[in-house]
């Protein structure tokens, strides 16, 4: 069997096709032309939907107007059906006792004028007949004339043959019989005696306009006694006007009612939604910094108690914000200051222990040991100091960007560079990918480099000897660098507390790199200062992957990375491609940033400054740092961190920093220790004498004799551990 052929179609029908505004088979899919018509229909819709999502008084009001609408109309209802109902009842109770006189009156004269026929004449073509005729006229006549045009008559014989007769219908008023009465009435009338009635239409012969009516009609007999049909015909004209002075009265005080009613409701819900507006607005310049803004309360009521209770909230929040406002300032103070300030000494113990450190080939072993340690924690303090005085800059605000049209691939050349003599040791190759094409980008080379040296390094000191991928690309107006590890990874909710300062996942974990536990907060600074991100994605074992992304353009708002978040490769991924479905990261570009913003990050406030807690405890030691503001740091009471050091047995010496965690820097960083320092070198400079350096040689040998202190040296992590130990060597030296 043949297929049938496809239907035949004009030039423009197949245009269209063709093109694919419509579809071929039917409206089985949404066509571009059936999109293109939502849309359009769509669009002078959205400014009103918006309209009335945001704009409650909109809401009450178009609410109120339609339930009130609703009830008018119910009303409405109500009220012209109970007047229709009157005025027809009564116009039927009329129109019938008007009806059965006439039916009465009819049948009288019919009685009275009878005149028996002759036997063999014909009733229906002799005089009598003929008398028939005009006296159905003349009766006709009559019974109208007594109602003043306001009912009609109309006779009808009652056999369909007599309609073209002498006896054919009669009518007053020059109505139609035949139009006006309703073809169901007369057949009712014409199979019983008694009278019926039915709604019409009553029609004139004249043309004129047609009226509402009600007629009434009764089989009766005539003078010759034969049945005929008589029919009362009630214009309803005057019921009609009624009911259209009682529908206009309705609709126009429903109408009237409804705008009231509207107007009513905007004036209530004016009263309760502009206190609300206000707290509102002033909430919102609250959280822009305006704190001095306040209600304006009027009156006792609801309202007013909300504006005081708003208004005494303002001025606590105010107060409080203050307070911390002083307090950061404070600690952001103390942190520069003492930051500067020990430049100047440490400048000097710098020197001192150059000098020592040259010199240590004529030292015995023990000593040249010590004068070694000394360099090593030398070079950990300073990169501490340093760290410190750039997250000062940051909170202070002073740090500026020094924006320049830079290939990231340079950049990324050079971290990898830097990194690889750390890689080769810990047995890591380093990958970059995506460095066939240019990622060109406004932003500030050294900074970045910063940042990329950070991960990096990271990557290769978590990645246990795994391969670490440096990915780049470049996509709308964002590029974006990527560093993937196979190593530890990183546990839920560590991606985001792995920026904060001093933070570590594993306190004990020693690493072989000098770290401050700084570097990714600084790291972090320095993508906001660009208006970029930096995120970080990690699962236990896993590795984990960090995504630095800027804009192309400074001052260019981000909508999104040309680099997914979480990898192609992560547990996740390959459990969706094991199953066949698609990779969430491949098919869409992140466009929800993991953290705020660098126009909404709100000002600086003791949180954003955690170091001058931990420095302030420094200065005094009778402080417990977890009970200062902004401090995270869990530490070790100073008795139990004793009774450590004095039950630590040898080969443990390298452990000392996981007793002390992130924000106890030990009594190293005390001005005490550092003034023992001071006078120590001071004295060595003074005397040249050897014998002054022995009881530091003394007890730095006691520390080196353990079989980690190399180890110890090296933790980059457990940097205050190992300044704790350089201060009681000091503190040791001193007393005796």
Do not use: C
């Not at 007599?162 to 009712?188: E, K, T, Y």
């Amino acid at each position: 069997m043949r297929p049938p052929s496809p239907p035949r179609r004009g030039p423009r029908f197949g245009a269209l096709v063709d093109s694919g505004l419509m579809l071929q088979g039917g409206v089985q899919g949404s066509s571009p032309l059936l999109r293109l018509f939502t849309r359009w229909v769509r669009r002078p819709l959205l400014p009103m939907m918006r309209l009335w999502r945001r704009n409650i008084q909109l809401k009450v009001v178009v609410t109120t107007l339609l339930m009130s609408l609703g009830v008018v109309l119910l009303l409405g209802f109500v009220v012209m059906s109970s007047v229709s109902n009157g005025l027809l009842k009564a116009k039927v109770n009329a129109a019938q006792s008007q009806a059965d006189g006439g039916f009465r009156a009819a049948q009288e004269q019919a009685n009275t004028a009878h005149q028996p026929t002759g036997q063999g004449g014909d009733a229906a073509d002799g005089p009598t007949a003929q008398n028939a005729a005009v006296w159905l006229s003349e009766l006709a006549e009559q019974l109208a004339s007594g109602g003043q045009n306001a009912f009609y008559v109309v006779t009808l014989s009652s056999s369909a043959s007599d309609s073209g007769s002498v006896r054919g219908p009669r009518a007053s008023g020059g109505v139609d019989p035949i139009q006006s009465v309703p073809v169901d009435l007369r057949d009712r009338v014409d199979g019983g005696s008694l009278a019926y009635q039915s709604n019409t239409r009553i029609d004139f012969i004249d043309h004129r306009e047609s009226q509402p009516g009600l007629v009434i009609g009764k089989q009766l007999s005539d003078l010759n006694g034969d049945s005929y049909q008589l029919y009362y015909l009630f214009p309803l004209t005057q019921e009609e006007e009624s009911m259209n002075l009682v529908r206009g009265t309705l609709a126009t005080a429903g109408l009237f009612v409804v705008v009231l009613l509207g107007a009513i409701a905007w004036l209530v819900v004016r009263q309760v939604v502009t206190p609300v507006r206000m707290a509102a607005g002033i909430a919102e310049r609250l959280s822009a910094g305006r704190l001095q803004e306040r209600m304006k309360v009027t009156g006792e009521d609801d309202i007013a108690r909300l504006g005081e209770a708003f208004n005494k909230m303002a001025s606590n929040l105010q107060l409080k914000i203050q307070q911390l406002e002083e307090l950061s300032r404070m600690q952001r103070r103390f942190v520069s200051d003492v930051s500067h300030e020990l430049r100047t000494p440490l400048t000097t113990v710098r020197m001192a222990a150059d000098v020592i450190h040259e010199a240590r080939v004529d030292f015995d072993p023990v000593t040249a040991r010590s004068a070694e340690l000394l360099a090593d924690q030398l070079d950990r303090f300073e990169s501490l100091l340093a760290d410190l005085l750039e997250i000062s800059r940051f909170d202070a605000g002073a740090a500026a960007l020094e924006a320049e049209p830079i290939d990231l691939r340079e950049v990324v050349r050079r971290v990898v560079g830097g990194a690889e003599p750390l890689a080769e040791r810990k047995g890591t190759h380093i990958r970059v990918v995506g460095d066939q094409q240019p990622v060109v980008a406004e932003a500030d080379a050294r900074r970045v480099e910063r940042v990329l040296r950070n991960l990096v390094v990271n990557a290769v000191e978590h990645g246990d000897g795994k391969d670490v991928v440096v990915r780049l690309a470049a996509a709308g107006g964002a590029v974006a660098v990527a560093v993937r590890d196979y190593g530890v990874g990183l546990k839920p909710g560590e991606a985001t507390r792995v920026f904060s300062r001093f933070w570590r996942a594993d306190p004990a974990r020693a690493r072989t790199t000098g770290g401050t536990g700084l570097g990714l907060s600084i790291a972090l600074e320095d993508a906001r200062l660009h208006g970029g991100w930096l995120q970080a994605w990690g699962e236990p074992g896993g590795g984990s992957q960090f995504r630095l992304t800027l804009p192309r353009t400074a001052d260019e708002p981000l909508r999104g990375s040309p680099i997914p978040l979480e990898p192609d490769d992560s547990r996740r991924h390959r459990g969706l491609g094991g199953a066949g479905l698609p990779l969430a990261g491949g098919t869409k570009r992140a466009t929800v940033p993991h953290q705020a913003p660098p126009d909404r990050v709100p000002p600086p406030v003791p949180a954003k400054a955690p170091i001058a807690p931990r420095l302030a405890r420094a200065a005094a030691l009778d402080v417990d740092p977890t009970a200062l503001p902004g401090s995270g740091a869990r530490v070790v009471p100073r008795q139990a961190w004793e009774e450590s050091g004095a039950e630590r047995a040898p080969g443990e010496g390298s452990e000392s920093g996981a007793d002390v965690e992130n924000g106890s820097y030990g009594e190293a960083a005390s001005p005490t220790g550092a003034a023992a320092a001071a006078e120590a070198v001071e004295s060595m400079r003074a005397d040249a004498d050897a014998d002054s350096a022995a009881p530091l040689s003394t007890d730095a040998a006691a520390d080196s004799d353990t079989p980690n202190s190399t180890d110890a040296s090296a933790d980059s992590d457990v940097r205050t551990g190992a300044d704790a130990g350089a201060g009681r060597e000091e503190e040791a030296s001193r007393g005796r």
